[in-house]
């Protein structure tokens, strides 16, 4: 098994000092909006636990692990509260609640958190909650009813970022998240050459709506080091039938390869996971959703090892919305 899941849960002191660390940063001015909290999120993190801090370092530095888990988070103390109906992140007046103010800090151990100017105006956080009007919108986070295949998160954007978070509020369905990872991926030298060129196309989401500025059509499915590749792939949105001779062996048997070695995790209130998004593909099987207040509930964040490499993407520097 190739997709490691290295799970981790803070000690009795470690919760207390995260708890008092969450309880500073939410009485500061301002902590609550997603902009302003992120500007501090890195400062805050370094004031995590040391135990903590290092798991996450080694997460990032060694490339061992697919996915690190958090568990028992200090967190939604008194319950997280409905659902909600509607993508409440483009509101003005949306505000982090500590679940997500404490996702927030570990991701920020890995990088900085971005988001995409075709994806609700760039939020940063995305709350993902089946929708009614989604329910039969192949590929989307707000489906519940179809299978939302493998993909790389924002795999068709150069700026993607290299891990993606998910924070647990509420999961009572026990909707599983399966990731499953490249490591160990077995080709023929003609078969990994042809998938390390400019051959594919790798679209986006329905959660994007590009205005084009990405090419889709003419991409790698691999990157990185020739021994121990990288991937990004939409197989939810790949038609296999486009490819014929090597590139279709080597499309199939990536495609076994996850399948062989997939991980389903049910998260539950609380769960912070992140996943190495050049590493692994990540997929959400159909459920039963409960729509209203009692509905599934995580939120998404994408952190970037690095804002610098987006620059040209970014309007300004500050800004934290790469153009899509
Ligand atoms: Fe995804």
């Not at 192949?138 to 998910?166: I, T």
Request: aromatic share 8%; proline share 4%; glycine share 6%.
């Amino acid at each position: 098994m190739t997709t490691v899941v290295k799970k981790l849960v803070p000690s009795a002191q470690e919760k207390q000092q995260i708890r008092s660390l969450l309880d500073e940063i939410m009485k500061e001015p301002g902590m609550g909006n997603q902009y302003l909290f992120m500007e501090k999120a890195a400062l805050y993190a370094q004031e995590l636990p040391r135990r903590i801090r290092e798991e996450f370092y080694q997460f990032k530095r060694r490339e061992e692990s697919a996915v690190l888990l958090v568990s028992e988070n200090p967190v939604l103390l008194n319950g997280a509260g409905p659902s909600p109906s509607k993508h409440i992140e483009i509101d003005p007046e949306y505000r982090l609640n500590d679940a997500k103010i404490l996702h927030g800090l570990y991701g920020s151990l890995l990088g900085e958190g971005i988001g995409f100017t075709s994806q609700r105006e760039g939020s940063i956080y995305n709350n993902i909650v089946p929708l009614k009007d989604y329910s039969k919108i192949p590929n989307s986070s707000g489906g519940s009813n179809l299978d939302f295949g493998f993909h790389v998160e924002d795999a068709f954007h150069p700026a993607r970022a290299e891990y993606l978070g998910l924070v647990c509020m509420r999961n009572d369905e026990c909707a599983a998240t399966t990731v499953s990872c490249i490591d160990g991926i077995e080709l023929t030298p003609e078969e990994k050459r042809a998938l390390f060129e400019l051959r594919f196309k790798i679209s986006h989401n329905p959660i994007h709506s590009t205005s084009n500025v990405v090419e889709e059509t003419s991409q790698a499915i691999l990157f990185g080091h020739e021994d121990m590749p990288y991937v990004k792939i939409n197989a939810a949105r790949m038609n296999l039938d486009e490819y014929q001779g090597v590139e279709r062996r080597a499309l199939e048997k990536l495609l076994h390869h996850f399948e062989q070695n997939r991980v389903a995790m049910m998260l539950k209130p609380t769960d912070c996971i992140f996943v190495d998004n050049y590493r692994c593909v990540h997929a959400r099987d159909s459920f039963e959703a409960n729509y209203g207040e009692g509905a599934r509930w995580l939120a998404r964040v994408v952190f970037a090892s690095n804002l610098r490499k987006s620059r040209t993407m970014r309007d300004s520097v500050a800004t934290r919305a790469i153009n899509a």
